[in-house]
């Protein structure tokens, strides 16, 4: 009789542990899009940056460690500022941001923790029309100055 009992409680407590959790409980970070029933408006479309860099003889850079602190990309409508925040020093190309809405922005570069190197900006719109093959707007930021 205590086997069953026991045999019994164990089940019970098996499936209130099992049902006692939701789906957000076991999937975290997961994206939800809004049902086009449900009236709900769809989200902005956003897109996925690729930073580079230009050297002072224009040749464009996308590999190897350079004294970056971050990217910043700033919506010259809104005046909203998107920054890559890697911080510090080195940071090896290319960088990527994902999630930039569609605008016209002005893009940069912070100095890095060594100060050898000095970045401009550039404008440039971001939409559709300028995404490449890889799936990526990619900008290249200007260096003024290298030490």
């Known amino acids: ?3 069953s009992f026991f045999a ?3 089940f019970a407590g098996l499936l209130a542990v099992t049902f006692s959790f939701t789906s957000s409980d076991v999937v975290e970070n997961q994206r939800v899009t809004p049902s086009k029933v449900s009236g709900e408006a769809p989200k902005a479309q956003t897109y996925k940056i ?16 350079h004294d970056v602190g ?16 890697y911080g510090g020093g080195f940071q090896s190309l290319p960088q990527y941001y994902e999630g930039l809405p569609a605008g016209t922005y002005t893009f940069s570069a912070m100095q890095g923790q060594g100060g050898w190197t000095g970045y401009g900006s550039v404008v440039a719109t971001v939409s559709d029309a300028q995404v490449d093959a890889d799936g990526y707007v990619t900008v290249y930021i200007p ?5």
């Open 50 to 65: 690729r930073y580079g860099l230009i050297s002072e003889n224009g040749t464009k850079i996308l590999s190897g460690n």
């Open 70 to 85: 971050s990217f910043i990309a700033e919506n010259m409508a809104t005046g909203e500022v998107y920054d890559t925040y």
């Open 143 to 147: 260096i003024t100055w290298t030490e």
């Open 1 to 3: 009789m205590k086997k």
């Open 8 to 10: 019994v409680s164990a």
